[in-house]
């Protein structure tokens, strides 16, 4: 599974945030107290690399098709 930390969750909910998810801004404003600057730093880095990496595996993927 997936591992299962504030900082992970930091992480995927600013993925969702930046596909425009209101309960993600939400949860975020929760849980960023409970990180420290460079967690919250590392993690929206982290985010994005997912979205590009799920992104690029998307257009992968339609060329295939």
């Known amino acids: 599974g ?5 900082y992970h969750a930091y992480t995927w909910l600013c993925l969702a945030e930046s596909q425009g998810s209101i309960e ?5 404003g929760k849980l960023q107290p409970l990180l420290q600057a460079k967690q919250v730093t590392d993690a929206k880095k982290q985010a994005a690399d997912l979205y590009e990496y799920i992104h690029d595996n ?3 993927s339609e060329e295939i098709v």
């Open 24 to 28: 993600a801004v939400e949860a975020i």
């Open 58 to 60: 998307q257009l992968q």
């Open 2 to 6: 997936l591992p299962q930390s504030v």
